[in-house]
């Protein structure tokens, strides 16, 4: 019986990431509609998608790279 180390790895990291980031918008979030209402966790939710967009941009360039790289040294 033979394990994939790299892809369990590969499942945990992503695992977490989601996790943290449920945690942050879940709860973070509801946090801020519970202590200051409903407009509040709006503005509080278009922030956090914000501050998103560049963290989701570089992992979009750097998985182009990667795809790049790849077909790259088929040639």
């Given at each position: 019986m033979s394990r994939d180390l790299r892809k369990y790895a590969s499942q945990t990291n992503t695992r977490l990431i989601v996790g943290a980031l449920a945690l942050l918008f879940?709860?973070?979030?509801?946090l801020i509609y519970l202590f200051y209402g409903k407009s509040a966790a709006f503005l509080?939710?278009?922030?956090?998608l914000a501050g998103m967009v560049p963290?989701?941009?570089?992992l979009a360039v750097l998985a182009l790279l990667n795809w790049i790289s790849k077909h790259?040294?088929?040639e």
């Open positions: 879940l709860v973070g979030d509801g509080g939710l278009l922030c956090l963290i989701v941009l570089t790259a040294d088929r």
